[in-house]
């Protein structure tokens, strides 16, 4: 369907937040985008390193920091984490009923992870330990 990176962003969520993405995508489900961002994995053999150099989804730091920018937007749309992380999902989860899940177990990792980072510092070198390791694969 055309979403990729870290927290799978959809391209027309990624461009209306400013980020790069390769080809051209329409929708927030679209099939010929998938396929093209298919054939992208492949050719970069599904290297991280290569993959953001052709769509920013594909960059940690700017996969999280769009999304988390996108979350925000959700959470001032309506008023709590909870519907923030529903926005995420899709704006039209928020008053759905679904979703309420999703949102409780995304803030158990959250809170998980963060428990892990004590400081910038240390999540910097957490986060350059991951890279290396999948610049590895």
């Known amino acids: ?8 962003m959809q391209g027309t969520t990624a461009k209306s937040l400013g980020l790069k993405i390769y080809g051209n995508s329409h929708r927030s489900s ?3 985008h998938g396929r ?15 993959v953001a150099q052709h769509d920013e989804r594909g960059h940690p730091l700017k996969n999280l920091d769009a999304a988390a ?4 937007q959700g959470v001032r749309a309506h008023g709590t984490w909870n519907n923030g992380i529903k926005w995420y999902r899709g704006p ?9 899940g999703v949102a409780a177990d995304s803030f158990r ?26 610049e590895e694969q």
């Open 1 to 8: 369907d055309g979403g990729i990176g870290l927290l799978h």
């Open 30 to 32: 679209d099939r010929k």
């Open 36 to 50: 093209s961002l298919k054939a992208m994995l492949e050719d970069c053999h599904y290297r991280l390193p290569c």
């Open 69 to 72: 920018r996108y979350v925000l």
């Open 92 to 100: 039209g989860h928020v008053h759905s009923g679904t979703g309420s």
């Open 109 to 134: 990792v959250i809170r998980a992870l963060l428990s892990r980072i004590e400081d910038e510092k240390t999540g910097k070198i957490l986060l350059k330990e991951c890279l290396a390791k999948l």
